[in-house]
């Protein structure tokens, strides 16, 4: 079963046609292409190699209308543990092959199938177990849970030897495939809710066919709760992995335990009474915990409303590649993006099919509270961010009005921050290493606060020799705290100061220089140069190129 939505990678224009014909199959899919033999593409990229390679690490599956021998060697260097690993099918170019290369436990049989299907074509599958019983063991369909995929192979082993089986239990999936089961064999797959053991004699599936329904949240705190699940499932003899979901009332009392969902790793839906399935039977009850159970597994999409996730990120100050994997990941798998036009504009590549909320950068508080929203109405919301979005960026924005204005609803979601590179970080990276020693961060802004603290925080930490990271340096509307910074730095700062303008980090344009304190004139920087000064011990290193290494000693 896919855990993600694939994304379609094509080398030339001539596979363009096949790639939108398989994607038919696969809603919310994109198609990538070499910007240099490509056109009418979701997303173009420069670097092949790079691109899979990225891709891959993030878990994303990957379907490659290229020859298998170039998706080999390109992911050989990232291949990671087969349990965990994204499903990589390669295509021919003009769809005449579908041949699946990794991923036979997360689902890429059943991609390939479903690949194969719509181009007309039988896939090249070459799993043993598929090829001699029409099933994938290992990978079982969605709403089943394999309790000891350590025994797995094995077991196939054995099954192929011509060692008996038996069915205890019922799965379509299983009775529909053309595994020879009998009355008393000596192998059994199991399929059951209950908590019974695995083993090389034994696969055990459970269905997630149980739902916790709990009713009086405030009754115990979370860390209560979790031993009042897990004493009830056990007292009940049931498996954990047979739970489909946890579902909450649709009240504030559901506030305070809505993070139970990742403790047990499974999804939380909020609900009223009425919006569980009406066929449940009811296992174990009592006025806090109920224990349901259906017949068939149970998609807990179906049941009530999600729990909203909103994950404040940032994407570095500009370059693609320093955007990490997690934020990647996170954007890939929004239902809606946040910010800045700017900002959105740097994710554009990642925004498809996704609902694109973008604003001027003036209005912090109010794209918090519509991202607060969006998500305590079930979104997955991704607010983003340039440079790292904790250091005077959108996360403090979001938790200001968190706390200021606590809607009750807003308590219930998931909250996330993924942190960035800064942009003094880049700032310095392509320049040495100014910030080797104590340093500190100051926003030259005075909208937020009064100019008289941001004066004193400069006077306390050019006293104290600390290197400083000036942002929000100067703009249309603030033009002279620059200059005012300056004055107030040579009180205690020799004009020979190293000072470090670096403007457009990882943009076009990009330009950063060296100066010292003296020569420093306010012109010099606007709002998109993030400026470093550096303290008493600070060090030129002359290049042979005529510019200059920067550094500040680890040692005094």
């Not at 992911?75 to 965990?84: C, E």
């Not at 054995?158 to 595994?179: F, R």
Request: net charge negative; proline share 6%; with cysteine.
């Amino acid at each position: 079963m896919l855990a993600r939505t694939p994304i379609v990678v094509v080398l030339n224009q001539v596979s363009v046609p096949s790639a939108r014909q398989l994607m038919t199959a696969l809603p919310g899919s994109q198609l990538y292409g070499l910007a240099s033999r490509t056109t009418d593409v979701d997303v173009s990229f420069a670097n092949f190699g790079d691109t899979v390679r990225q891709l891959y690490c993030e878990g994303v599956p990957i379907i490659g209308l290229c020859a298998a021998g170039i998706l080999i060697r390109t992911l050989a260097p990232v291949l990671t543990d087969t349990k965990t690993e994204p499903p990589v099918v390669a295509v021919a170019a003009d769809g005449s092959a579908v041949v699946p290369l990794l991923g036979g436990m997360t689902g890429v049989n059943d991609l390939a199938e479903k690949i194969a299907a719509v181009l007309n074509v039988l896939p090249a599958i070459t799993t043993t177990g598929k090829l001699q019983f029409n099933i994938v063991l290992p990978d079982p369909p969605v709403g089943y849970r394999l309790a000891n995929p350590e025994h797995v192979k094995a077991f196939i082993a054995d099954l192929i030897a011509g060692v008996s089986v038996s069915l205890d239990g019922d799965a379509p999936w299983l009775t529909a495939s053309d595994i020879p089961f009998g009355v008393a064999g000596k192998r059994t797959i199991s399929v059951t809710t209950q908590a019974i053991p695995g083993s090389l004699e034994r696969l055990v599936y459970h269905p997630t066919s149980l739902v916790l329904a709990i009713a009086q949240p405030a009754q115990f705190t979370i860390t209560e709760w979790v031993d009042v699940i897990r004493d009830r499932l056990a007292t009940a003899n049931l498996a954990l992995a047979a739970v489909a979901c946890i579902t909450l009332p649709k009240t504030t009392v559901g506030a305070a335990i809505a993070g139970i969902g990742k403790i047990f790793n499974l999804p939380i839906r909020f609900v009223e009474s009425a919006q569980l399935p009406p066929d449940l039977t009811v296992i174990s009850h009592d006025p806090n915990l109920t224990i349901f159970s259906a017949k068939q597994s149970i998609d807990s999409h179906q049941i009530g409303q999600a729990q909203g996730k909103l994950t404040v990120v940032g994407t570095g100050p500009g370059s693609p590649q320093w955007m990490s994997p997690q934020v990647r990941e996170t954007i890939r798998a929004a239902t809606d993006l946040v910010g800045y036009h700017t900002y959105l504009d740097l994710v554009k590549d990642l925004s498809v099919g996704k609902e694109c909320h973008g604003s001027d950068n003036r209005v912090e508080l109010d794209r918090s509270r519509l991202a607060l929203d969006l998500a305590a109405s079930g979104k997955n919301v991704v607010v983003v961010s340039s440079g790292d979005p904790g250091i005077f960026a959108m996360a403090s924005a979001v938790l200001e009005v968190l706390d200021n204005e606590a809607k009750p609803e807003w308590q219930t979601i998931d909250l996330q921050i993924n942190p960035g590179i800064s942009a003094m970080q880049a700032a310095a990276a392509a320049i040495g290493a100014p910030l080797g020693h104590d340093f500190c961060a100051i926003s030259l802004s005075d909208i937020l606060k009064p100019w008289a603290v941001v004066a004193a925080r400069i006077a306390a930490a050019a006293e104290a020799d600390l290197a400083i990271a000036f942002y929000n340096p100067i703009s249309s509307q603030r033009s002279w705290q620059l200059a005012a910074a300056k004055e107030i730095l040579l009180k205690s700062r020799s004009i020979a100061t190293p000072v470090i303008l670096a403007r457009n980090l990882g943009r076009s344009g990009e330009q950063v220089k060296v100066i010292t304190l003296g020569e420093f004139a306010p012109e010099s920087a606007d709002m998109r140069t993030v400026i470093l000064i550096g303290s008493s011990q600070t060090k030129l290193i002359p290049r042979a190129d005529g510019s200059s290494w920067v550094y500040t000693p680890r040692s005094y």
